[in-house]
């Protein structure tokens, strides 16, 4: 059951986050809602569908390398994203702040957000799927630094229909979410270690 809440609450930060600053200020920071807006410039097929369909092929991914315990997690957390963010992106509700701010409050929120699901061993079927893949595979490949990457792979594709500003917008906010979220994964790691010696002894 405490899973289940931190799956909800972090795609609730998630998902409205992306909705209300992310989107409306053209932020391209590597996710599925920033792979839906370069698709969506490109076949004008709409960031709602074509982010549905983006999660769909990612929890395929999820099913087949990671398993079926997150897999059901990850489609608990994929469905409540899409509540959140389809929910959020369809009210007639706009948040009235300059890019900086924007920005700040996007990371932190993402970040904790990324934090709650990934804690709770669920993905945000996200770019997340394939970093926590490679670290399975290989532990030394750090989640965080591995979404970080990724998301950078995603800004490069969506250089030529955003330009320079979105990219530049974007590369900051990854970076900054990417380094909270490490922090935050760091600290679980120690307290898990701690935690764990402390039950030897």
Known sequence: MKDVIKIILGNIFIGCSYAYLVVPHEIINGGVTSLAMICN???G???NNLANLITILLLLVCLIFLGKGYFFKSILSSICYLIFFNLSYSLPISIHLTIIPSII?????????YYLCISANSTT?????????LHQRNKKIDIAIAIRMLNYLVLLLGFTIF???????????TFIYSYILK???T???AA??????AVNN
């Not at 898990?192 to 010696?197: A, M, N, P, Q």
């Open 192 to 197: 898990v270690i701690e935690k764990g010696l």
């Open 105 to 113: 409050l996007a990371t932190v929120f993402i970040a904790l957000g």
């Open 163 to 173: 330009g320079w500003t979105s990219i530049i917008k974007g590369g900051i906010f």
């Open 41 to 43: 410039a490109l076949s």
């Open 45 to 47: 097929a709409g960031v």
């Open 183 to 185: 922090k935050l994964l």
């Open 125 to 133: 079927v996200g770019v997340d799927v394939i970093a926590i893949i």
């Open 187 to 189: 600290r679980k790691s």
